[in-house]
């Protein structure tokens, strides 16, 4: 082979190779909104489906490669996993009678493919077409040999590569899958005992120069994690920057973090070339999140004495809807939508089933500015919850408390990405738009002092407002993530934006004299910072969030009720429920008449706006913009 390769480089034989990603597709294979049972044309694999064919049908040289989180993330991975589906002979998952058509090449793990048990990923995965890897993830047990991995660690796969020439050579593609080792922390429940994660860079180290041995010519990172701006360090989520920097890796595939790379959001961080789509001079792509782009990298290549060389390359992340333009990139493919036929009508009939009755309409339009049915509907089951489960206990005389916060807040996912649940009827598709995680239930035993530093950490959602820089002032962070702003229910608290935020949003201590929360009170009286609370909250923050959990041997409950389970089961026992929300926090500190801006969806404004907040416009992507007088901010939200 070596005198073969060294022959045709001679001529300087040139190819194309164009590698494709789909990412955090959970489970949004058909372009449908099953929290608010409609078409969408805003993403789904069904139209993302129609964007590979496309970029296939443009070059002659293509991988396609799927990087995690395809099981769980909407009502139809819920009802496949509930439903014993799998357990029927011949069945397969709809997410693989849906992608096998598609003829991908290769395919690693996410996160959130194991939040439903490792006995059911098993079963799940023997439904793809394509081979998976993964090197950083090693059984564990007894009798479990040293070094065991739960899958292949890497995959070499010999393909063909036709020349500008139109001559047909030997390629051979070397892929590598890696996740985020939180998971031991996000699933200790599934996995404590039975998989071990290891640091994700450390197993690159370990694996690029094994594949180079065997003789691959590329080298392809599938890694699930994302991207973020800090140093290295063991055991990192958010590790591309680091991956990038390991000697011989020819391309990386990211995800994770459900952004879009290139992209603005990344403009000026280390090691980003936005004009090339490289980090580190590597070509990357993350194509987004639930299908709404396709990445694509192409590579320039060279067949040299060495091999196969990348001399050029270029990124993208195609999107299938333009939200400028409210107009669709991509037609539905029929194929995909045929072959996932039965679970989507499956799925409507198991979002429809009803569990209860609201007199009043529920929406998160506003929960990041006040305090929001959506999440006190939660806290109140939580807390209806764990008073049961304390009953008998040494801890049943304590205040019970539970932490929620507004999973659906438009962000990244875009000015539809809201719960909205009319007066009428609720049904399951009502408790999945709520609290759209298969989290289960866990309960913390903390003091006042370490309820307060979770306080402080969940109020780095704000930006720092100044309180003499007039109106018009953005108030969301938005590298925040909201589903980090826990709401604690059974005390109350304010919340002052104008001073500098105390944690980043990984928990970092930013500002260690800077106090946001101020009148922390339960039942009227301050809280003390030596007295004790049992706080609801959910197996993720418990296992994973360092304010939280401070020493992690906080928890006094790990059950294995979903939260979402407990939402539905609390909403039974009320039948015909009238929520409100207790208002028991606040955000202070904004003079009188000063208005900051808040973004959010245009349905806002259907019914009309709560006291405070006015209508100001359109802004970009879709978002409507309105301004907030916080100190006029009053009433219950309905």
């Not at 769980?72 to 496949?80: F, R, S």
Request: a negative charge; aromatic letters at 8%; one cysteine or more.
């Amino acid at each position: 082979m070596k005198s073969y390769i060294m022959e045709e480089s001679k001529l300087s034989i040139k190819a194309n190779l164009r590698v494709l990603e789909t990412t955090d597709l959970h489970v949004h294979m058909m372009n449908y909104d099953y929290y608010g049972d409609r078409p969408v044309l805003e993403y789904g694999f069904a139209q993302t489906a129609a964007l590979i064919r496309q970029a296939r049908a443009e070059r002659g040289n293509v991988l396609l490669f799927d990087n995690g989180d395809l099981l769980q993330g909407n009502p139809m991975g819920d009802y496949v996993a509930s439903g014993g589906i799998l357990e029927e002979p011949g069945r397969i998952h709809p997410v693989y009678d849906a992608m096998n058509a598609l003829g991908y090449d290769a395919a690693t793990l996410g996160n959130h493919e194991f939040n439903y048990g490792l006995a059911y990923l098993d079963l799940a995965l023997q439904g793809a077409a394509f081979p998976y890897t993964n090197a950083n993830l090693y059984l564990d047990g007894e009798n479990v040999p040293p070094g065991s991995h739960y899958l292949p660690p890497y995959l070499l796969l010999e393909r063909t590569i036709e020349d500008e020439n139109g001559a047909v050579h030997p390629l051979k593609v070397g892929v590598i899958g890696l996740v985020t080792p939180q998971i031991m922390n996000w699933d200790k429940a599934n996995l404590e005992g039975r998989l071990r994660a290891e640091d994700m860079v450390e197993a690159a180290k370990t694996y690029v120069p094994k594949l180079k041995q065997e003789g691959a010519d590329l080298i392809v990172l599938l890694a699930h994690c994302g991207y973020e701006d800090i140093p290295e360090a063991p055991m990192t989520e958010n590790a591309v920057l680091h991956l990038s920097r390991v000697p011989g890796v020819d391309v990386i595939l990211f995800g994770h973090a459900h952004k879009v790379f290139p992209g603005a959001a990344f403009e000026g961080k280390t090691g980003v070339d936005l004009s090339r789509g490289t980090i580190n001079g590597i070509p990357a792509v993350e194509a987004g999140y639930a299908g709404d782009h396709l990445g694509v990298v192409d590579l320039e290549l060279e067949l040299t004495g060495e091999g196969w060389q990348v001399t050029g390359s270029r990124a993208e992340a195609r999107p299938v809807y333009d939200l400028t333009q409210a107009a669709a990139l991509a037609r539905t493919d029929e194929e995909v939508t045929e072959s996932i036929r039965e679970a989507h009508e499956g799925t409507l009939s198991y979002i429809r089933t009803a569990v209860g009755e609201t007199t009043e309409p529920i929406d998160s339009f506003f929960a990041l500015v006040r305090d929001s049915v959506s999440v006190q509907i939660v806290n109140d089951a939580q807390r209806w919850y764990l008073r049961k489960q304390m009953q008998g206990t040494p801890y049943e005389k304590l205040p019970i408390l539970a932490a929620g916060a507004p999973f659906k807040t438009g962000g990244r996912y875009g000015p539809a990405y809201y719960t909205h649940i009319p007066a009428g009827p609720l049904a399951v598709k009502h408790i999945a738009d709520l609290y759209n995680y298969p989290n289960t239930l866990c309960a913390l035993l903390l003091t006042g002092a370490e309820l307060r530093e979770w306080l402080e950490w969940a109020a780095g959602l704000f930006l720092t407002i100044d309180p003499r820089g007039g109106d018009g002032q953005s108030l969301i962070d938005r590298d925040f993530p909201s589903f980090n702003f826990d709401i604690i229910d059974g005390v109350t608290y304010t919340i002052d934006v104008t001073q500098p935020a105390k944690y980043s949003a990984s928990c970092e201590l930013l500002h260690p004299e800077s106090a946001r929360i101020g009148d922390l009170r339960f039942e009227g009286r301050p809280v003390s910072a030596d007295e004790r609370f049992v706080v609801a909250t959910n197996n993720y923050r418990a296992f994973s969030t360092p304010v939280a959990n401070p020493d992690g041997q906080r928890i006094i409950l790990s059950s294995a009720d979903e939260n979402r389970q407990i939402l539905t089961d609390y909403i039974r026992s009320c039948g015909r429920m009238s929520p409100q929300a207790d208002n028991n926090w606040s955000l202070t500190g904004v003079p009188a008449g000063l208005r900051v801006e808040l973004l959010s969806s245009p349905d806002a404004r259907a019914g009309g706006l709560p006291d405070g907040i006015s209508f100001a416009g359109m802004g970009e992507g879709g978002f409507a913009r309105f301004e907030v007088e916080l100190s006029a901010l009053g009433g219950n939200q309905k």
